[in-house]
């Protein structure tokens, strides 16, 4: 969660200023005596542990914020998994933006060949929900099951159906959530994988999350990324694909929903965003 973002400096006198890049490593490469001739040099991983040099001399150049934030989170997800030994990532995909996100900085992080998503409709998923999770797997060369839970659901019902007729009415929802993240830890857990949680930090500070259900997972990608900067994020995403855009513009662009109760929106019990 902790991200060090590079961008050495070094300075003169006069105030001149050269900086280089976030979020990868290279080598900034200073003349003291002339400080137009700055050059960054790029270096990457040659699958041996060791770096090389690749497009010597290129100018650094200030991203979006956007892409600044993608190639943040994006490193962040990759150096953990490397460091932990984590070669597949499986999380559940809802049609909604935040998953779509989420599934796409995986691939990049791990490779789509080694990443699992999981849509999981309920009797309150909406059609469009599903063919947006398939088009984002698709675009993203990502696998995808689907797995319908309202068997389950009914199954849990009935076993609590005192519980749940008498009780509060977010326990029937929250239930849903839950059934979702066992099914997606259980995946994790079968493929020797580590589950990601999908939310985003507007819904975590605000508590707009379920425990054991969609919190399920060993890291989360957007944890500390406003619901705003999802946003950006996903435009960025979208300008870097070659084919197809991974987050379709139904993704962007519907009302944020659980889609936990009939026409449930986020906006229905939290600020707008």
């Known amino acids: ?16 200023v050269v900086q280089a890049p976030a979020w990868c490593s290279g080598i900034l490469l200073v003349d003291i005596e002339n400080t137009d001739a700055a050059q960054w040099i790029p270096l990457q991983e ?3 542990d060791e770096l090389e040099i690749v497009n010597s001399g290129s100018e650094p150049s200030m991203p979006s914020k956007g892409q600044d934030l993608l190639s943040a989170v ?10 932990s030994g984590i070669k597949k990532i499986v999380l559940g995909m ?25 849509a999981m409709p309920s009797r309150h998923s909406s059609d469009h929900s599903i063919e947006d999770a398939k088009a984002t797997a698709e675009a993203l060369g990502m696998e995808l099951q689907i797995l319908p ?27 849903q959530a839950r059934i979702r993240g066992t099914l997606v830890m259980g995946a994790a857990n079968a493929r020797g994988a580590m589950a990601i949680a999908t939310g985003n ?14 919190m399920n997972g060993g890291y989360a990608p957007l944890g500390d990324l406003y619901k705003t900067e999802v946003y950006e994020v996903a435009h960025a995403i979208n300008e870097n694909a070659t084919g197809d855009a991974p987050i379709t513009e139904s993704t962007i662009t519907k009302p944020p929903s659980a889609e936990l109760a009939p026409d449930q929106k986020d906006e229905d019990n939290l600020p707008p965003y």
Request: net charge negative; proline share 2%; hydrophobic share 35%.
């Open 1 to 16: 969660d902790l991200l060090f973002d590079g961008r050495s400096i070094v300075g003169w006198p006069d105030g001149t």
């Open 94 to 118: 809802s049609g909604g933006i935040d998953s779509a996100v989420c599934a796409a900085i995986a691939c990049q992080a791990v490779g789509a060949e080694n990443v699992l998503g999981l």
């Open 74 to 83: 994006t490193l962040g997800l990759a150096d953990y998994c490397g460091k």
């Open 46 to 48: 040659n699958g041996e």
């Open 201 to 214: 930090k507007s819904e975590l500070a605000m508590g707009y999350c379920t425990l054991y259900g969609d």
């Open 149 to 175: 839970i309202n068997d389950i659901h009914e199954s849990v019902d009935e076993s609590l159906q005192t519980e749940l007729d008498s009780g509060h009415p977010v326990a029937k929802e929250n239930l």
